[in-house]
C-alpha cells in the first residue's frame, strides 16, 4: 500500500520549463518500454505507432479563466474561473485579504461587476451580469500554472493551446496534446493511425497538491468530461482489430476510464472524480502519452498506477539525469500497460 511520501521526489528547479520550444514536435520523447528506456524526439512517435492504433486526444480549450478586481470597500481580489455553470454563473477560486459574504459587488477588470453568491467548499458562486465567455474572452487573462513564473502573453495564448482545441471550458491545457502540430497529425494520418477526441474540461485542481499521507483519505477534484458516440466506435473497432488505445495525456485517459467503469466504455457526459493509484485495472486504455508530472500530484500517482511505481521512479531519475525538462512546456513520455 502506497502513502503520500512514496510519490515525492527532488527536482532540480532548473529543469520545470518556463517557456515552450520554438517547435511543438521538436520536444524529447522519453520511451518506456518494460524495463527499456529510450532517449527519442516527439516527432518519432510516427515511427512507434502502427496502421490502426487509435490515439484518443482531448480537445478542451483553455480560457481566459483569470481576472483581476476591487470589493466595494476598495480591497484587492483576484479571481479564477474554475468552471462555468451556466452562460451568466461560474465556481471561481477567489483570492481576498477577507472572505467575501454573500451578496458583495466586485468590479472586475474595472469593465463590469459580478455578484458573490454561495460558497462551496474553496469555490465561490459568482453572477455574471451577461455570456461569462463573452467577457472572459475580453476581460480575462490565459491562467498559466503556478510553476510558471511569468503572466502570460500573446505567445502563450497560441502555445498553452493544443492545435485541435475546440470546446472552451478548461482552466489548464491538457498538455500532453501540446506536442502535436499540424503537419506531425498528418503524418500521422497517413500512416494509418486513427484519430478520436473526448472533452475533458481540466480544473485548476490539477495542481492542487495532495495533503494527506493516507491516500485513501484524498478527496479527488470533479471535472465534467463527455465521450461522443464516435470514439466509442473507433476504440472498439480498435480492440476488436487488436490495435491499441493509446491516451494523449491523463485528462484523456480520465475520460476514458471514467466512461469505462461498467466494464465497456459508454458514450455520455458526466462528472469525474476519479482517483487513480498502483492497484486500479484499466479498463480501455493500452498507453499512454503524458509529461513529467509535479512531486506528490495525483497525476504521478496515475502514471504510476499504468507502467507501473518502479518502473516510473526509475524514468523520473533517468529524466532528471538527462536534463528533460519537466511540467506543462517540458518533455514527453511514451508509457505502455503494464
Known sequence: MYSL???????????????????RSASRLLQVQGAQLTDRRFSDIVDLLQAGDLLVFNDTRVIKARLFGVKETGGKIEALVERILDPRTVHAQVRASKSPPPGTRIRLADAFEVTVGERFGEFYTLHFPEDAFALLEQYGSLPLPPYIDHEADAYDETRYQTVYAKEPGAVAAPTAGLHFDQALLEQLAARGVQQAFVTLHVGAGTFQPVRVEDLSQHKMHSEWYTIPPETVEAVRAAKAAGRRVIA?????MRALESGSQSGALKAGSDDTQLFITPGYTFKTVDQLVTNFHLPKSTLLMLV???????????????????????????????????
Open 5 to 23: 511520501s512514496d510519490f515525492d521526489f527532488e527536482l532540480p528547479p532548473e529543469l520545470i520549463a518556463q517557456t515552450p520550444l520554438a517547435e
Open 248 to 252: 494523449v495525456g491523463t485528462t484523456s
Open 304 to 338: 504510476s498506477a499504468f507502467a507501473g511505481y518502479e518502473l516510473i521512479r526509475a524514468a523520473y531519475a533517468h529524466a532528471i539525469a538527462q536534463k528533460y525538462r519537466f511540467f506543462s512546456y517540458g518533455d514527453a513520455m511514451l508509457l505502455t500497460r503494464t
